[in-house]
């Protein structure tokens, strides 16, 4: 098996490049968006405040920041903020999350919160919240099957929020797998090679070749392949590229 490459070829290190660069501006995107919804939580808050009073204070704020992300960011199917149901201390969730409607407004989505229910969300048990909120590292979750009944593969963005010293949720964004194809694919073609896009996992996200779908595990290189570090979100992604053009095999 091949091992992770330390000197790529330049049309690979143009393609890491390309891909850590749109990484870090979705990532200054989130990261500014969360600061944002923090600043309006503060505010609208005392250090005392649970997190559904947290929640009820800032939703008009939270719908008109997160109406602007989703303005600057086309691709983006919904975003928001998702509290820590342990903050809020009597075990029953708490979301803003909101979602593109029909007539190009946002609308909030309602998650199944509490534990009782049938259509109980248990997303604290999550990938993409129990990273981000327990470590704060910014974290990326995906492809996996969207809990909104789509039927469609989504990845999920996410950074910790903070109010008052106490961190409190989840900020994050959804894109599909087919939105994020739209925007990656152009850059994994800079290698000019059959290439990857895979998660901290293995997960491959975003593929230009057919020998690899989204979802799929990759464990190792396989035979004739590198795998690359990509310099963002703490290098949890990677670039599996093959180590010479199709047409040259």
């Known amino acids: 098996m091949s091992s992770v490459e330390s000197t790529p070829t330049p049309t690979a290190s143009a393609a890491v490049d390309a891909v850590a660069q749109w990484f870090a501006a979705l990532h200054a ?15 609208a808050s005392d250090p005392t405040a ?22 600057e960011r086309p691709r983006v199917n919904g975003a928001g903020l998702i509290f820590s149901r342990s903050a809020r201390g009597e075990g029953k969730g708490v979301t803003e999350w909101w979602v593109r409607d029909g007539d190009g407004d946002v609308t909030r989505y309602q998650f199944g919160v509490n534990p009782g229910g049938q259509r109980f969300y248990d997303y604290e048990t ?18 996996y099957i969207d809990y909104l009944g789509v039927e469609e593969y989504i990845v999920t963005a996410t950074v910790r929020a903070e109010v008052h010293g106490r961190a409190v949720g989840v900020t994050g964004l959804d894109m599909t797998v087919a939105e994020l194809e ?25 593929s230009s070749t057919s020998s690899f779908a989204p979802g799929d595990l990759v464990t190792a290189p396989p035979a004739g392949f590198l795998r690359l570090p990509i310099p963002a979100l703490d290098a949890t992604l990677s670039l599996l590229v093959a180590d010479e053009p199709a047409d040259a095999r």
């Open 29 to 43: 995107d989130l990261e500014g968006m969360n600061r944002d919804i923090e600043a309006i939580l503060s505010s």
């Open 50 to 71: 649970d997190v559904a009073r947290l929640a009820k204070a800032g939703r008009d704020g939270i719908k008109d920041r997160v109406r602007v992300l989703l303005g």
């Open 126 to 143: 999550l990938e993409w919240f129990t990273v981000s909120f327990t470590t704060g590292r910014p974290w990326l979750t995906g492809p």
């Open 182 to 206: 739209r925007e990656l694919l152009p850059l994994l073609r800079l290698a000019r090679r059959p290439s990857a896009l895979l998660n901290a996992h293995g997960g491959v996200l975003v």
